[in-house]
């Protein structure tokens, strides 16, 4: 992504949503590293080292998971959103419109913690 992640003037932007597009870039690229890492388990034939790039694409969803709490944390109504579609069984595009009812509700304080 490196430093097209801007899509305003990056000079009038506050420090605050500068440092937002850089853990934007990372959870990026660590999404992308998981992918890499996916594919090359897919095709790699010798045990030790898919047992290596295993443990690293383990890395990669800790970073990812590090870098989207940070974001979420940024933006409460991400949470609200994420709160209602993750690690929940069922129909993920019923969750998914759960979500965005409860981002238009004012607040969404039931879903928010502090
Ligand atoms: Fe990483």
């Not at 899509?7 to 500068?18: G, R, W």
């Not at 095709?43 to 790039?53: G, T």
């Not at 690690?87 to 979500?99: L, M, P, Q, Y």
Request: glycine residues 6%; negative net charge.
């Amino acid at each position: 992504m490196g430093f097209d992640q801007y899509h305003e003037p990056a000079n009038e932007l506050p420090p605050e949503t500068h440092i937002f597009a850089r853990m934007m870039a990372s959870l990026t690229e660590e999404a992308e590293a998981i992918s890499w890492y996916e594919q090359r388990l897919a095709m790699e034939p010798n045990q030790e080292a898919r047992a290596i790039m295993a443990n690293a694409q383990g890395e990669e969803f800790k970073h990812f998971g590090m870098d989207l709490e940070f974001l979420v944390r940024q933006k409460p109504k991400w949470r609200i959103a994420l709160q209602d579609i993750l690690f929940k069984k069922g129909d993920i595009v019923a969750h998914g419109e759960e979500a965005e009812e409860d981002e238009q509700q004012e607040g969404g304080e039931k879903h928010v913690e502090t």
